[in-house]
């Protein structure tokens, strides 16, 4: 009996502080990637497309935009794809996703940044940052997975809104009122704001 507690307690000695070096090895590659993109933002001297590239360049290699795409249609609505469907989607739904990632960079620039400490969740780490802005503070919280790449993020929460899940219910009815072709025609149309 005291030889198996011993071992349950060393086994959770070398768990929890390989768990606590994942956290920090997340929470530190969000921020190194989160400081660059604002380095590039406060760059004046060069021009819209080049400062998007930049960031992309920052950016993209954190992200797993294959599983962000599978996920939000979920495995049924996936299936009824075909592989060029799915291809396509994939691409049009990146396409999408970086422009979003863009856009909404700008807020990263002139606002009040502050890390929270990230935390486990299974074999996920979770870090939560919060962005003051001049309207209404913002609560984000980015869900990273370990890859074969190494840490990847898998979806964001804004104010505890799920970008997979919102992108779920958007897709879920397009599909349900129409079919894949009706979906990909939707991804093609530029955002509307």
């Given at each position: 009996?005291?030889?198996?507690?011993?071992?349950?307690?060393?086994?959770?000695?070398?768990?929890?502080?390989?768990?606590?070096?994942?956290?920090?090895?997340?929470?530190?590659?969000?921020?190194?990637?989160?400081?660059?993109?604002?380095?590039?933002?406060?760059?004046?001297?060069?021009?819209?497309?080049?400062?998007?590239?930049?960031?992309?360049?920052?950016?993209?290699?954190?992200?797993?935009?294959?599983?962000?795409?599978?996920?939000?249609?979920?495995?049924?609505?996936?299936?009824?794809?075909?592989?060029?469907?799915?291809?396509v989607f994939v691409?049009?739904?990146?396409?999408?996703?970086?422009?979003?990632?863009?856009?909404?960079?700008?807020?990263?620039?002139?606002?009040?940044?502050?890390?929270?400490?990230?935390?486990?969740?299974?074999?996920?780490?979770?870090?939560?940052?919060?962005?003051?802005?001049?309207?209404?503070?913002?609560?984000?919280?980015?869900?990273?997975?370990?890859?074969?790449?190494?840490?990847?993020?898998?979806?964001?929460?804004?104010?505890?809104?799920?970008?997979?899940?919102?992108?779920?219910?958007?897709?879920?009815?397009?599909?349900?009122?129409?079919?894949?072709?009706?979906?990909?025609?939707?991804?093609?149309?530029?955002?509307?704001?």
């Amino acid at each position: 009996m005291k030889i198996a507690l011993i071992s349950v307690l060393c086994i959770i000695g070398f768990v929890f502080p390989v768990m606590a070096d994942e956290k920090e090895t997340v929470a530190n590659l969000l921020k190194e990637r989160t400081e660059a993109v604002v380095k590039v933002l406060q760059k004046n001297d060069i021009d819209e497309q080049v400062k998007k590239s930049l960031i992309m360049n920052i950016i993209v290699p954190i992200f797993d935009f294959q599983l962000i795409a599978k996920l939000t249609l979920g495995k049924a609505n996936w299936g009824k794809l075909s592989e060029k469907q799915q291809k396509v989607f994939v691409d049009l739904l990146v396409d999408r996703l970086q422009n979003l990632i863009f856009d909404k960079s700008e807020l990263f620039y002139c606002m009040e940044i502050s890390f929270k400490p990230a935390v486990v969740h299974g074999n996920k780490v979770y870090v939560p940052i919060n962005i003051e802005t001049k309207d209404t503070p913002l609560e984000m919280l980015y869900k990273f997975y370990s890859s074969d790449e190494g840490w990847k993020s898998y979806d964001v929460e804004v104010n505890g809104v799920s970008l997979i899940k919102s992108y779920q219910v958007q897709f879920s009815e397009i599909l349900k009122s129409g079919n894949a072709e009706d979906l990909l025609a939707r991804l093609r149309k530029p955002v509307e704001e």
